[in-house]
């Protein structure tokens, strides 16, 4: 209880002193909007629907570059956290292509995937793709030598190893990597739309920044803040449930 | 992973045989060097010596999961490649997945097994209540103390009925009550079912009380062996029995000549 009056505490305080500063510094709104201000034009655009569009727009894209990334990063995961030959042969191009900015990308998914959605969820997954991986392959490769061989001792073979094994071994990393991603996601969708996309938060930015309406600008930025927030808190959440009672230590 | 199924053995004849075995790892100089020894069926053998002296690596070496350098390993007349159909291991830890019950874990190597596995999950409850973990099956391992963990993965080692239980010092990291408690339902068990049971252990104690014939190692080699002509089933109390005394004492001085 005490714990979240502070948190409101710090909250109000924050809001309150920059509502201050922008009476006592006459800063141009262009540059600056009072608190008050922002506050208007969030309602106004959460009372006209067009900001919950954009909202689901993003989301939509985060959710579905999310997916692909994951359809992508568990699978070749587990592949290389069971052949070290080929984590060895692969570990290269993989760090090679996480050195590249997404970003330069764009020009070229552009090209082959055209302008608007498709282009934001590929850029999407490629930004959820490393953590995941790296998350699949340390999890899976978590397991005591020990539980090992009693699954050679059992004949087990390698699928009923790493579902029965392996899998449930490295359950915390694999989700605590998608976690990360959910975030992740969110600045690979918005980074998207800033380039190439027509709808989204993102693209309600750019176009913000294009009419010169500051206020707009900050009252996106604060729904985009919302979401990211809400679909981190959503995998925490997830997370706890999958690993209720069963794994909790 | 090549099986090979192994066909139960008459009473008397050989269960477990090792022929000149050796093993030295990649690079390494020998751990196991000319082991000759045999196992009759429905014996209980305990392999007696310090640590590091190879018996866990001996160990490994009849259950299949090491391959022998030289010699040949063979459970109740045939050389599996690999771990083989009948044998159960008890290890070192208990190594329960912690993410399944007790039940759970009892019937993991029936869940793993391809084909029929009628009447197990009666079995696996008959055998938890046994060891007096009856009203325990639905506990997670974390909430289990550890020798009734220890319980569960003797439990888990006996539930597809194995014609040979290997047991790698199980109860070394429980307390001395607990591992007496253990070793009598142990003893109970294998006597029951009539299988043949392989123990490594550095307790004399629990040697002379569980084994009717202790081999004594030391540096990769058989030093020497010792029968225990004590009648079975051998009640607790035979722990301060002057005979008992005496063979421990044998042991002892045999492990301090070795």
């Known amino acids: 209880m005490i714990h979240r009056l502070t948190h409101l505490l710090l909250l109000v305080a924050l809001l309150g002193g920059w509502e201050l500063a922008c009476r006592l510094v006459p800063l141009p709104e262009l540059v600056l909007p009072r608190p008050g201000r922002v506050a208007a034009v969030l309602a106004e655009e959460l009372a006209g629907g067009r900001l919950l569009r954009h909202m689901a727009v993003t989301a939509g894209e985060m959710v579905m570059g999310l997916a692909a990334g994951a359809a992508f990063a568990l699978p070749v995961g587990a592949l290389l956290a069971e052949s070290p030959a080929l984590r060895r042969l692969a570990h290269p191009y993989l760090v090679a292509s996480q050195v590249v900015p997404k970003l330069a990308l764009a020009p070229l998914f552009l090209l082959w995937f055209g302008f608007g959605m498709r282009s934001i969820i590929v850029i999407t997954a490629l930004v959820c793709f490393f953590p995941l991986l790296e998350n699949t392959v340390t999890g899976l490769g978590r397991v005591d030598a020990s539980r090992l061989e009693l699954f050679r001792m059992l004949r087990a073979n390698r699928w009923q190893t790493l579902l029965r094994l392996r899998l449930p071994t490295g359950l915390p990393v694999i989700l605590a990597g998608f976690r990360v991603a959910v975030v992740l996601a969110l600045v690979g969708a918005v980074v998207g739309e800033f380039i190439m996309g027509r709808e989204g938060l993102g693209a309600a930015v750019m176009a913000a920044q294009g009419m010169m309406d500051t206020a707009l600008m900050f009252a996106l930025l604060l729904a985009i803040a919302a979401l990211g927030s809400a679909a981190y808190q959503g995998a925490l959440l997830a997370e706890r449930l999958i690993l209720s009672e069963r794994f909790d230590s | ?258």
Request: proline share 10%; aromatic share 4%; charged share 20%.
């Open chain 2, 1 to 258: 992973m090549p099986t090979e199924p192994i066909a139960p053995a008459p009473p008397g004849a050989a269960a477990i045989t090792l022929a000149g075995v050796g093993y030295a790892p990649p690079g390494h100089p020998p751990i196991l060097a000319g082991i000759d020894w045999t196992v009759p069926a429905g014996a209980f053998h305990a392999l007696l010596g310090r640590s590091g002296c190879g018996k866990t690596t001996l160990l490994k070496l009849t259950a299949g999961l090491l391959p022998p350098g030289t010699g040949t390993v063979c459970l109740e007349g045939r050389a599996p490649q690999g771990p083989a159909e009948g044998v159960g291991f008890v290890f070192q830890t208990p190594t329960l997945l912690d993410w399944s019950t007790a039940l759970e874990n009892v019937l993991l190597p029936l869940s793993l097994r391809r084909g029929p596995r009628r009447g197990g999950r009666d079995r696996a409850l008959a055998l938890l209540d046994g060891l007096g973990l009856g009203s325990l099956a639905g506990r997670y391992p974390r909430q289990l103390s550890g020798g009734q963990q220890a319980r569960v993965a003797i439990a888990r080692a006996l539930v597809d009925s194995p014609r040979v239980l290997l047991l790698d010092e199980p109860f070394s990291s429980l307390d001395a009550l607990t591992r007496e408690a253990l070793q009598e339902d142990l003893a109970a068990l294998c006597a029951r079912d009539g299988v043949t049971a392989l123990l490594v252990t550095h307790d004399i104690a629990e040697a002379v009380f569980l084994a009717d014939r202790v081999v004594l190692m030391a540096a990769g080699r058989i030093t020497g062996e010792v029968t225990v002509d004590l009648p079975h089933p051998r009640p607790p109390g035979i722990r301060y029995d002057p005979g008992f005394n005496a063979r421990c004492r044998v042991l002892r001085e045999a492990l301090d000549r070795a």
